[in-house]
């Protein structure tokens, strides 16, 4: 028996409850197969969302509905890189391994000016899944466009978290200083 679709406004709030509920990302696909529409439809649906300022975003692993978390202070820190392609691994392993979560990158391009892309990776196998997206999507580094430079987000229960993986990155020649 064929499973009926969820129209428009009711899919739309489904996809929305799914995302508030789920604790790891959710890919289009799936979300595409509990409403049996096509991932097109989701992609429509999760932009038509994101225009009512909800707060989802697209990783290289699904998309996921941002949670305030009250109950443990974050600390935020953008940094600046540099390295090739070969040493992505390095660099969000290093950066993981020190309890920090990697959100995004960003770039500076010629044309399209700041040029960022969610990345939330936390742990090593988010890495490898990551590094898997990109291998099967055939997909390039947006560090690429600038001859490895760049520059990422990064969020941690505390300072000292934060200070650990820029001196790792630092012992590696990764970390661009000022």
Do not use: W
Request: charged share 25%; glycine share 6%; aromatic share 4%.
């Amino acid at each position: 028996m064929e499973q009926k679709k969820i129209l428009g406004e009711d899919r739309r709030k489904f996809i929305l409850h799914l995302l508030k509920e789920s604790s790891v990302p959710i890919t289009g696909g799936e979300l595409a197969e509990q409403t049996n529409v096509s991932r097109q439809v989701i992609v429509g649906d999760i932009t038509l969302l994101k225009a009512k300022s909800e707060p989802i975003i697209a990783t290289s692993q699904g998309y996921m509905y941002l949670k305030q978390n009250t109950s443990m202070p974050l600390f935020e820190r953008t940094i600046a890189c540099r390295h090739t392609p070969m040493d992505t691994e390095k660099e969000l392993n290093l950066l993981v391994d020190h309890g920090v979560l990697v959100k995004d990158v960003k770039i500076e391009h010629a044309v399209y000016g700041d040029l960022t892309a969610s990345i939330m990776v936390s742990n090593r196998q988010e890495v490898k899944q990551f590094l898997k997206r990109l291998q099967t999507t055939k997909a390039s580094l947006l560090s690429e466009l600038t001859g490895g430079y760049h520059l990422h987000t990064l969020s941690a229960s505390t300072e000292r978290a934060l200070n650990n993986a820029e001196a790792a990155l630092k012992a590696e020649g990764i970390l661009l200083e000022s």
